[in-house]
């Protein structure tokens, strides 16, 4: 079978081996499948592996047999390459010269030949100079060296490599290898311009003797950068065969990794079968002895790591080879010698000092190794490419056809087939389940409600909702409008024309005060209310989830948005029960007036029953406010004036730190300069004890008497009842009827097989019959090739 034929025969059963990977990714990407025992980790592979068909079958269409040429720096890749192309033409100087990647293109007529040159891109070129960055401060000091030295390049030639990046692609048509020396080792390796060179492709009637061979020729993956070991790499999980140039007898780390890269890009064609070494450099041994001994120990070195015939393993000289024949250039002569030198040395290397010139040409193993490689491209790469893809396609479609037989188990074909055959039970079977599930779902928010803290108006619960409810009494009652100081002055005690009257100014502000305060209650009860909302939301919010998320559940269970406005109405009413007595006895008129005297009388009842709730001074009450009404008839009086209350009331005088110290606060920051500071005094440091009063009442007892514990336990008693109740009476029959008809894939996961979505099967069933038809076209096509 010619090469043509075995590209065009392998290129056409590889595409339908690539119908079979794509039909399998497309029946695994369907939920259900999974359940069916298609994995993860099959799909992974399979997708591996047509990765690797892709790149064959690329490979094959292009009629391209790749051969990657590799080596460490400064192995003489370059120079083996001039050697077998008859022509000094790639630079290979002493110090390192090569940056770019260069693709040899093996064409037939003269007229093809070109060179095409491929400038990075911007995100390319900064890539690059990162990776140097990064190599100038590694550990490896020569890696360290030679990216610095980039970088200085870069530095120093920045115009020019910025005006190659703006060049984009160019195409230069040759006759002779001469005519485009200039231009290709500018892109390769002229430090002024090859580090903005991403790729270099040369189309040459010289390469090989057989059609399609392509040589790649990546700088050394010991150069440092992760671009050269990527590129390495890449290049060899796709390449065909495989030329090392060995300089050294021993492998180097860099060159085990070559190696690595080899094997693990193809598991198909062992590494003996396509790999070839060329050992160079053989004229600069000293002696005769020390040649052999070290090719003797290459070609066991290779036997041992890849079992490679020593037919495989060349030694010579490809400098030599040039200088001999008479194509080596000045650089070239300055790195090898001259042809005395080099006649000399291989003379000296080969024991024999009276060898003739075809003798010496023969002896540095290029036509050798020529030979070798073009027998093997006219003999043996056929069956090579034939392995691969036999291997590509056969486990391609093994992988194929256990994915299919997984899926085949459980689902039928023929859609029809299988929607008649849910059809029969899905509907009689989904309520068998439903009626199992919704004991479940009953029983799994009864512990809810009962055993979770975050439910019902618990300990926990409730110290949230109280600390939510100091948080905004403490913030209302700091921030009250007209308590402020400029405010307190500029209205209340600065506007007088005739003096100052204590008794008016006491009055005024605290009517302002009062109206303030009433504002203020309501805010409060409106962010309770939200409060409140939050938490008969969670209680919603967990009955959705036992429904798969149906949001139909919340207006079931706690109504429309007005729920917000009848709590909020709810706790107002509460609040104001104590609130406003308290209020108003303690803000709206000063000590000892008619008027306060007439709101004690009045709401009396009230107040009286809020010393009831009143905490204990062990539990955080004050002494001083243990009686309200007390408090009331004296205000302040009991805190600064100790006489009075032992002399008058004939009770042991009260202290309170804590409201001495504020009050002290308070009338320090009064405005010393007053002329009527003393009777100003007076009034702040009445009204602002009583506000303090109010506060701390706030905070004690009126939030205990105003019943918001026993008012969020039924609020959220009453969302339990109704759910269990509309759970009974099969409200969310429906609902759960709806989900699964919709295909909710949060039900589904918890749905038998049966009862899973009848469309999502369908589609299983179209992806099956089209991944049967692919698995067997295949297979018909591989009968027809081996009867053939």
Same mark, same amino acid.
């Given at each position: 079978?010619?090469?043509?034929?075995?590209?065009a025969?392998?290129?056409?059963?590889?595409?339908?081996?690539?119908?079979v990977?794509?039909?399998?990714?497309?029946?695994?990407?369907?939920q259900?499948?999974?359940?069916?025992?298609?994995?993860?980790?099959?799909?992974?592979?399979?997708?591996?592996?047509?990765?690797?068909?892709?790149?064959?079958?690329?490979?094959?269409?292009?009629?391209?047999f790749?051969?990657?040429?590799v080596?460490?720096?400064?192995?003489?890749?370059?120079?083996?390459?001039?050697?077998?192309?008859?022509?000094d033409?790639?630079?290979a100087?002493?110090?390192?010269?090569?940056?770019?990647?260069?693709?040899?293109?093996?064409?037939?007529?003269?007229?093809?030949?070109?060179?095409?040159?491929?400038?990075?891109t911007d995100?390319?070129?900064?890539?690059?100079?990162?990776?140097?960055?990064?190599?100038?401060?590694?550990?490896?000091?020569t890696?360290?060296?030679?990216?610095?030295?980039?970088?200085?390049?870069?530095?120093?030639y920045?115009i020019?490599?910025?005006e190659?990046l703006?060049?984009?692609?160019?195409?230069?048509?040759?006759?002779?290898?001469?005519?485009?020396?200039?231009?290709?080792?500018?892109?390769?390796a002229?430090?002024r311009?090859?580090?903005?060179?991403?790729?270099?492709?040369l189309?040459?009637?010289?390469?090989?003797?057989?059609? /399609?061979?392509?040589?790649?020729? +990546?700088?050394? &993956?010991?150069?440092? %950068? !992760? =671009?050269?070991?990527?590129?390495?790499? *890449?290049?060899?999980?796709?390449c065909?065969?495989?030329?090392l140039?060995?300089?050294?007898?021993?492998?180097?780390?860099?060159?085990?990794?070559?190696?690595?890269?080899?094997?693990?890009?193809?598991?198909?064609?062992k590494?003996?079968?396509?790999?070839?070494?060329?050992?160079?450099?053989?004229?600069?041994?000293?002696?005769?002895?020390?040649?052999?001994?070290?090719?003797?120990?290459?070609?066991q070195?290779?036997?041992?790591?890849?079992?490679?015939?020593?037919?495989?393993?060349v030694?010579?000289?490809?400098?030599?080879?040039?200088?001999l024949?008479?194509?080596?250039?000045?650089?070239?002569l300055?790195?090898? /010698?001259d042809?005395?030198?080099? +006649?000399?040395? &291989?003379?000296?290397? %080969? !024991? =024999?000092?009276?060898?003739?010139?075809? *003798?010496?040409?023969?002896?540095?193993?290029?036509?050798?190794?020529?030979?070798?490689?073009?027998?093997?491209?006219?003999?043996?790469?056929?069956?090579?490419?034939?392995?691969?893809?036999?291997?590509l396609?056969?486990?391609?479609?093994?992988?194929?056809?256990?994915?299919?037989?997984s899926?085949?188990?459980h689902?039928?074909?023929?859609?029809?087939?299988?929607?008649?055959r849910l059809?029969?039970?899905?509907?009689r079977?989904?309520?068998?389940?439903w009626?199992?599930?919704?004991?479940?779902?009953?029983?799994d928010?009864?512990?809810?409600?009962?055993?979770?803290?975050?439910i019902?108006f618990?300990?926990n619960?409730?110290?949230?909702?109280?600390?939510?409810?100091?948080?905004?009494?403490?913030?209302?009652?700091?921030?009250?409008?007209?308590?402020?100081?400029?405010h307190?002055?500029?209205?209340?005690?600065g506007s007088?024309?005739?003096?100052?009257?204590?008794?008016?100014?006491?009055?005024?502000?605290?009517?302002?005060?009062?109206?303030?305060?009433?504002?203020?209650?309501?805010?409060?009860?409106?962010?309770?209310a939200?409060e409140?909302?939050q938490?008969?939301?969670?209680?919603?919010?967990?009955?959705s989830?036992?429904?798969?998320?149906?949001?139909?559940?919340?207006?079931?269970?706690?109504?429309?948005?007005r729920?917000?406005?009848?709590l909020?109405?709810?706790?107002?009413?509460?609040?104001?029960?104590?609130?406003?007595?308290?209020a108003?006895?303690?803000?709206?008129a000063?000590v000892?007036?008619?008027?306060?005297n007439?709101?004690?009388?009045?709401?009396?009842?009230?107040?009286?029953?809020?010393?009831?709730?009143?905490?204990?001074v062990?539990?955080?009450?004050?002494?001083?406010?243990?009686?309200?009404?007390r408090?009331?008839?004296?205000?302040?009086?009991?805190?600064?004036?100790?006489?009075?209350?032992?002399?008058?009331?004939?009770?042991?005088?009260?202290?309170?730190?804590?409201?001495?110290?504020?009050?002290?606060?308070?009338?320090?920051?009064?405005?010393?300069?007053?002329?009527?500071i003393?009777?100003?005094?007076?009034?702040?440091?009445e009204?602002?004890?009583?506000?303090?009063?109010l506060e701390?009442?706030?905070?004690?007892?009126?939030?205990?008497?105003?019943?918001?514990?026993?008012?969020?336990q039924?609020?959220?008693?009453?969302?339990?009842?109704?759910?269990?109740?509309q759970?009974?009476?099969?409200?969310?029959?429906?609902?759960?009827s709806?989900?699964?008809?919709?295909?909710?894939?949060?039900?589904?996961?918890?749905?038998?097989?049966?009862?899973?979505?009848?469309h999502?099967?369908?589609?299983?069933?179209d992806?099956?019959?089209?991944?049967?038809s692919?698995?067997?076209?295949?297979?018909?096509?591989?009968?027809?090739?081996?009867?053939?």
């Open positions: 079978m010619s090469w043509q034929e075995a590209a025969r392998n290129s056409h059963r590889l595409q339908l081996a690539l119908n990977e794509q039909f399998s990714q497309q029946l695994g990407e369907l259900q499948t999974r359940q069916f025992g298609v994995s993860e980790s099959q799909l992974t592979e399979l997708a591996s592996e047509g990765a690797n068909a892709v790149r064959q079958m690329q490979r094959l269409e292009k009629g391209e790749r051969i990657a040429v080596g460490l720096e400064k192995a003489g890749k370059s120079t083996f390459l001039n050697a077998w192309l008859g022509s033409l790639l630079p100087k002493s110090r390192r010269c090569t940056f770019t990647t260069t693709q040899i293109f093996s064409v037939k007529d003269v007229s093809e030949q070109r060179l095409e040159t491929f400038p990075k995100s390319q070129f900064t890539r690059l100079v990162k990776d140097l960055t990064e190599a100038a401060g590694g550990l490896d000091e890696r360290a060296k030679n990216a610095k030295q980039d970088l200085d390049t870069i530095k120093r920045a020019d490599l910025k190659v703006k060049e984009g692609h160019h195409t230069k048509p040759y006759v002779n290898l001469d005519d485009i020396k200039n231009d290709l080792r500018k892109y390769v002229d430090e311009y090859a580090h903005a060179m991403q790729e270099v492709r189309y040459t009637c010289r390469l090989a003797e057989a059609e /399609g061979i392509v040589f790649y020729d +990546v700088p050394g &993956l010991d150069s440092g %950068l !992760s =671009k050269h070991i990527e590129e390495s790499r *890449e290049m060899l999980h796709d065909d065969a495989v030329i140039v060995q300089r050294n007898p021993d492998l180097r780390g860099a060159e085990k990794d070559l190696i690595k890269f080899a094997r693990e890009g193809d598991h198909y064609v590494l003996e079968d396509k790999i070839f070494v060329f050992f160079s450099r053989m004229d600069n041994f000293a002696t005769s002895d020390a040649f052999r001994r070290d090719y003797k120990h290459v070609k070195t290779w036997r041992t790591e890849a079992n490679l015939s020593e037919g495989r393993v030694a010579g000289s490809a400098g030599a080879h040039l200088v024949n008479g194509l080596a250039e000045d650089e070239t300055k790195d090898i /010698g042809s005395k030198k080099v +006649v000399n040395d &291989l003379r000296r290397v %080969l !024991s =024999k000092s009276d060898a003739d010139i075809d *003798e010496l040409k023969n002896s540095t193993g290029i036509d050798s190794i020529k030979l070798i490689i073009n027998n093997y491209l006219n003999d043996e790469r056929v069956e090579i490419v034939e392995r691969r893809c036999n291997s396609f056969e486990e391609i479609l093994k992988r194929g056809d256990e994915i299919y037989k899926v085949r188990s689902i039928p074909e023929d859609p029809d087939e299988a929607a008649r059809d029969a039970s899905r509907t079977a989904f309520f068998v389940w009626s199992k599930k919704k004991k479940n779902i009953k029983a928010f009864n512990e809810y409600y009962l055993k979770d803290l975050s019902g618990s300990d619960t409730l110290q949230c909702f109280h600390n939510r409810y100091c948080e905004l009494i403490t913030e209302g009652m700091l921030n009250i409008p007209s308590r402020a100081t400029g307190r002055d500029r209205n209340f005690f007088m024309q005739h003096g100052f009257d204590e008794e008016t100014a006491n009055r005024e502000w605290r009517e302002a005060l009062y109206y303030d305060i009433r504002r203020m209650i309501e805010d409060i009860a409106s962010k309770l939200i409140l909302e938490d008969s939301q969670k209680v919603a919010n967990f009955v989830t036992q429904l798969w998320g149906n949001k139909l559940v919340t207006t079931l269970l706690v109504g429309d948005s729920i917000k406005e009848r909020q109405y709810s706790l107002k009413t509460l609040f104001l029960r104590f609130v406003r007595p308290v108003e006895a303690l803000i709206r000063p000892r007036s008619p008027t306060r007439n709101i004690v009388a009045d709401w009396g009842v009230d107040i009286d029953i809020l010393d009831y709730y009143y905490p204990a062990k539990d955080g009450g004050e002494e001083v406010y243990r009686q309200l009404k408090y009331l008839r004296y205000g302040v009086k009991l805190l600064n004036n100790p006489e009075y209350v032992q002399s008058e009331l004939k009770i042991k005088p009260i202290k309170s730190d804590k409201v001495q110290a504020i009050l002290k606060h308070v009338l320090s920051e009064m405005n010393e300069k007053s002329p009527y003393d009777k100003q005094r007076l009034v702040v440091e009204v602002e004890s009583d506000l303090l009063a701390h009442y706030f905070l004690t007892s009126l939030f205990r008497a105003s019943g918001f514990q026993a008012f969020g039924q609020e959220l008693e009453n969302i339990r009842d109704k759910f269990l109740e759970l009974d009476n099969g409200i969310y029959d429906g609902i759960a709806n989900e699964w008809k919709n295909g909710n894939q949060k039900m589904l996961v918890e749905l038998p097989d049966e009862l899973q979505s009848h999502i099967n369908t589609d299983v069933s992806r099956l019959r089209q991944l049967g692919s698995i067997q076209q295949a297979r018909n096509i591989n009968q027809v090739s081996i009867i053939a």
